[in-house]
């Protein structure tokens, strides 16, 4: 009896160094938002990079856009935008206690972050073949031909930058669906032990708010990796 | 204590996911109409704009009452924009020279 009233006032959640439940649970999001700020800078090094090099060698990045499959990079938009509705409505699930829906949006959300990275695998495989990969069997000379025939002079060493920062731009953010994967597999876990209540799913926030973030970070890359030059040649 | 938690309706998500899926054909299918230099500032301000759906509706930012997460954030992109507007101006004009 006097057990289950000290646990009334006292969640067996909250530490001991926080007031009430909610001040736990805005530090928790405050220190995942710092995070996220820290990544925003990682990844915003790597857009200035692309930035500064893809004015100086613009004809190269259109070129090297030109030649990645829109289709994959398209149908990978949706997938990873499918998969922040079911982090959406899993958070929600969380909220209103439906552990078996959380559960289930889980493991949907874990089905498309794997199906973003098979289709990116095969991305990558397609660029292996066509000898796209920077390195010593590095060819762009199938770019310099296409060049050439309407008028554009490139240089297969700039086309090289562009690959570099495809592959260093998508692979950083592959990494990051990876370990949204291990993070998500974690949660699935204790959501299936019944570990998160309308009281308590603050991981369930704040992982959900690591994969929103990264999710964030294609809806850039996508634009500014495939999308640079699509228009049809004059 | 947590009983106060906006729970938002599961159709305004469902709704904000169709938003996103259009725009996403949308800035695919602009990208292969000639519109100049015009090109990068759509499918740039159409990115922003989904961008700003996720984290406002999809990572609740709309509905927070913390000042302490909207300064974080707010002071993240000033520190982005330091980078790569400041990065911009100097590459960005150094044939004047």
Same mark, same amino acid.
């Given at each position: ?7 009334? +006032? ?14 736990? *649970? &805005? ?11 820290? +990544?925003?800078?990682?990844? /915003? ?5 692309? !930035? ?18 829109? $289709? ?10 499918? =998969? ?5 409505? /899993? ?5 209103? #206690? ?14 498309? #972050? ?14 292996? +073949? ?5 390195? =010593? =069997?590095? &060819? ?8 050439? *025939? ?43 032990? /019944? ?12 992982? #959900?708010?690591? $994969? ?23 | 204590?947590? +009983? ?12 904000? $996911? ?16 000639? !519109?100049?230099?015009? &090109? ?44 790569? #507007? ?12």
């Amino acid at each position: 009896m006097s057990d289950s009233l000290i646990a009334l +006032e006292h969640p067996t959640e909250l530490q001991h160094h926080f007031a009430d439940m909610e001040q736990q *649970k &805005n530090t928790s999001t405050f220190g995942m938002w710092l995070f996220l700020g820290t +990544e925003i800078m990682f990844f /915003g090094g790597m857009f200035a990079a692309y !930035l500064i090099y893809r004015r100086w060698y613009y004809n190269e990045f259109a070129l090297g856009s030109r030649s990645i499959n829109i $289709w994959l990079g398209t149908i990978n938009t949706m997938v990873l935008i499918c =998969s922040s509705l079911t982090v959406a409505l /899993g958070v929600r699930a969380a909220q209103m #206690g439906k552990r078996k829906l959380l559960v289930t949006l889980l493991l949907i959300t874990m089905v498309f #972050g794997v199906a973003f990275l098979g289709i990116k695998g095969v991305e990558w495989y397609q660029k292996y +073949e066509e000898h796209h990969v920077p390195g =010593s =069997s590095f &060819n762009a000379s199938d770019l310099v031909s296409v060049g050439q *025939k309407y008028g554009i002079h490139i240089n297969q060493a700039h086309s090289q930058i562009y690959f570099s920062l495809y592959f260093a731009l998508t692979g950083l953010h592959a990494l990051h669906m990876v370990v949204g994967l291990g993070i998500f597999t974690v949660l699935t876990y204790f959501a299936w032990k /019944g570990k998160y209540t309308p009281e308590y799913h603050t991981p369930i926030e704040i992982g #959900g708010l690591y $994969w929103h973030f990264v999710d964030i970070v294609w809806i850039y890359l996508f634009p500014l990796l495939y999308l640079i030059d699509r228009k049809p040649f004059h | 204590m947590a +009983e106060h938690e906006h729970i938002l309706s599961a159709r305004l998500y469902v709704i904000i $996911w169709a938003v996103l899926m259009c725009l996403t054909v949308i800035t695919a299918g602009v990208a292969f109409i000639d !519109l100049g230099p015009f &090109n990068t500032v759509v499918a740039l301000v159409i990115a922003t704009f989904k961008a700003l759906l996720v984290v406002l509706i999809f990572m609740h930012v709309k509905y927070t009452s913390d000042r302490l997460t909207k300064t974080v954030i707010l002071s993240a992109l000033f520190w982005l924009m330091l980078l790569l #507007g400041l990065s911009l101006m100097d590459y960005g004009t150094r044939h004047f020279v």
